[in-house]
């Protein structure tokens, strides 16, 4: 089955306590991209990736790091999270225009 | 950066009642997509147009553009409570892989 997975589903941390946050694609798609979504914001992307080794910047990548070792993984970095970055994480993969979306990473940093 | 706003922001119908809801947009565009958010779950896209058709149907979607007044439109006909869910558009960016997507509307399908 075509999907994007994503690990953990759920997490709780404390500020300062790095985490990563995972997203695979079976699809063998070029482009991938994380977003995050807040109440009343939309989605905001944080970082894409147009290939392996490719990755560039959303409209709100501070605070986050990606990377892009090989094409199915894109794993989310987050160094030192803090309470703003409390939010529901979607990862997000495509080929052409239309993206397929993970489950989504909903995380609470205390 | 956001550029299209969905109208309304949350609408509540009967079920069996349409459901029409709008997005606008800043810039020219080549395509716009509507996607589709249960609560809490991944989005799932629904329908593509392109920047040259004005109109296009997906079972009981319906889907307008306007590109003169940077403007679409999603019908939902004949709803059911499965419709329930958040709908969001979104325009191609600087490239056809980045979206550009506006804050949703919230719809609820009362039975």
């Known amino acids: 089955e075509a999907q994007v997975t994503q690990n953990p589903r759920y997490l709780i941390t404390v500020t300062g306590k790095k985490l990563t946050v995972t997203c695979s694609q079976n699809m063998n798609h070029e482009y991938m991209s994380w977003y995050r979504q807040d109440p009343g914001l939309g989605l905001r992307q944080i970082y894409y990736?147009?290939?392996?080794?490719?990755?560039d910047k959303g409209d709100v990548p501070e605070g986050y790091k990606v990377s892009r070792k090989e094409k199915r993984n894109f794993p989310l970095i987050l160094e030192s999270p803090s309470p703003n970055q409390t939010s529901l994480y979607f990862c997000?993969?495509?080929?052409?225009?239309?993206?397929?979306f993970g489950p989504g990473t909903r995380l609470l940093v205390l | 950066s956001q550029q299209g706003e969905e109208d309304p922001q949350a609408l509540s119908i009967q079920e069996g009642e349409n459901a029409t809801m709008n997005c606008s947009y800043k810039?020219?565009?080549?395509?716009l997509q509507w996607y589709r958010q249960n609560s809490g779950r991944g989005l799932v896209h629904l329908i593509l147009?392109?920047?040259n058709e004005r109109e296009k149907h997906s079972g009981r979607l319906r889907v307008t553009l306007d590109t003169s007044k940077k403007s679409s439109s999603l019908l939902i006909t004949a709803s059911r409570a499965a419709d329930t869910a958040s709908y969001f558009c979104?325009?191609?960016?600087?490239?056809?892989?980045?979206?550009?997507w506006g804050a949703g509307t919230k719809l609820i399908i009362k039975p």
């Open positions: 990736s147009m290939n392996v080794e490719v990755t």
């Open positions: 979104a325009t191609d960016g600087d490239s056809n892989y980045q979206l550009i």
């Open positions: 147009i392109r920047s």
């Open positions: 810039t020219s565009i080549n395509n």
């Open positions: 997000a993969s495509s080929y052409g225009e239309t993206q397929y």
